[in-house]
């Protein structure tokens, strides 16, 4: 198994403590004054979508998860349960929502993507970094709203509410940066 040091972690790395995969959401290398460096993370276990603080010795060591991907595209959703169809074999992969996390903020009908496996498995998926989606709602510009900088709430075809400027109008396509949820700019048709 691939180890890595802790001081070497990046966002999104999967590894692998007490039988269980994590995915990296944040870190932060500390050098305190006095005492030994550490890093702190925050950490998601990927099968059950929790979220967890844990600080590491900068001398410490995390086995990189032997994880594989697969192409396959999002089909629908039946109750709890996401179904995905595997682009080479056309198999079905089924996930529960509590394994999707924030990404279920993104999913599209029809949308290709990647779903990890951890010891054949399924265990979530990795989303693009950004996403096309149609304004369903979105409150009215009115006259003097230029100022830059400003914006407004829109909600998105899945339910997701992103902060946008104020000449987005309702049934206009934006992208959307699927790691911050923020507004990347309009998708022109």
Known sequence: ??????????????????????????????????????????????????????????????????????????????????????????????????ALGDNLNYLLEGMELEVWLYQGEPIGIEIPITVEMKVIECPPAFKGDTAAGNTKPATMETGLIVQVPYFIETGESIKIDTRTGAYLERVKS
């Open 1 to 98: 198994m691939v180890s890595v040091s802790v001081t070497n972690l990046r966002g999104g790395l999967l590894v692998e403590m007490d039988g269980q995969v994590f995915s990296i959401i944040e870190y932060q290398h500390v050098k305190p004054g006095k005492g030994g460096a550490f890093v702190r993370t925050k950490l998601r276990n990927v099968k059950l979508g929790k979220v967890i603080d844990r600080t590491f010795k900068a001398s410490e060591k995390l086995d990189v998860a032997a994880v594989d991907k697969k192409q396959v595209q999002y089909q629908y959703r039946a109750g709890d349960e996401y179904h995905f169809m595997d682009l080479r074999s056309y198999e079905d992969v089924m996930l529960p929502g509590e």
